[in-house]
């Protein structure tokens, strides 16, 4: 049973920052890919950053030289450092990975966390 928790959310003023960090565990064989999503009220869930299993990384023109995804391979975390937040990053965060439970490509999924509240706000 393979489980994503994600932390560090909160409130913190505009050009701000935080750190985000999801650990998933459970019966992992192969993480193929980590990322981040964001969703706001009354809006669509949107992709901020991912980062694969050869470190290549891929970031929403909206964060682009402001936020940063980094991973610990040994403690399969995804990290997202988050600086100069703004009030339009104001959002619940959430965590995803790609991943296999065996070598198997057949048992490759996507699993979620259940997200954090990041507010940006004087």
């Known amino acids: 049973q393979v489980r994503l928790v994600e932390s560090g959310g909160g409130l913190v003023q505009p050009g701000g920052s935080l750190r985000l960090s999801c650990a998933a565990s459970?019966?992992?064989?192969?993480?193929?890919?980590m990322g981040w999503y964001r969703q706001a009220p009354g809006n669509q869930r949107e992709l901020v950053a991912t980062?694969?299993?050869?470190?290549?990384?891929n970031y929403a023109d909206s964060v682009k030289g402001r936020f940063t995804i980094s991973r610990d391979n040994a403690k399969n975390t995804v990290y997202l450092q988050m600086d100069s937040l703004k009030p339009e990053d104001t959002a619940v965060y959430f965590c995803?990975?790609?991943?296999?439970?065996?070598?198997?490509?057949?048992?490759?999924?996507?699993?979620w966390g259940q997200g954090t509240q990041v507010t940006v706000s004087s």
């Open positions: 995803t990975a790609n991943l296999q439970t065996t070598p198997y490509f057949t048992t490759r999924k996507d699993y």
């Open positions: 459970g019966s992992i064989f192969a993480i193929n890919a």
């Open positions: 980062i694969t299993n050869r470190g290549g990384t």
